[in-house]
């Protein structure tokens, strides 16, 4: 599948039309940057390019929650901040709620609320 098709997928799982689906999909790869990457393989994008084809994937059918584990773990740093900055702008833009699993402290640091897994309990920082 091409990048356009990759985000679509989400929609045709839950069974909506393609033609509104497909205009929202072209929304959302523009919106995290790859409008002129919509018909390209994943062969031939980036690692942050696959990276926000999967966060155009992840909103395409609106949820009020996206759960992200590691969303920047394969990227180098550099890409990996690009990526984030995306996936909190997009989502704060849709009014989508992120839940962020990260051992990364700056990209911690980026969330409005933080807990900490120590010693198999979770806690705040003060």
């Known amino acids: 599948m091409d990048a356009l098709e990759n985000v679509l997928f989400a929609a045709r ?8 689906s497909r ?5 959302l790869l523009h919106s995290v940057g790859l409008e002129n990457r919509q018909h390209s ?19 395409m059918n609106e949820p009020a929650l ?16 690009a990526v984030m900055e995306i996936l909190l702008n997009v989502c704060a833009d849709a009014r989508t ?5 990260t051992h990364s402290p700056v990209f911690a640091a980026m969330a409005q609320q933080q807990l900490f897994l120590h ?7 003060a």
Do not use: H, M, W, Y
């Open 41 to 59: 393989k994943p062969s031939q994008l980036s690692g942050g390019e696959r990276q926000r084809v999967a966060v155009a994937r992840a909103l």
């Open 119 to 125: 010693n198999g309990r979770f806690e705040t920082s």
């Open 13 to 20: 799982l839950t069974g909506k039309p393609i033609k509104p």
């Open 97 to 101: 709620s992120l839940l962020l699993v």
């Open 66 to 81: 996206v759960l992200a584990d590691e969303p920047t773990g394969n990227l180098d740093e550099r890409t990996a901040g």
């Open 23 to 27: 205009e929202r999909a072209r929304q």
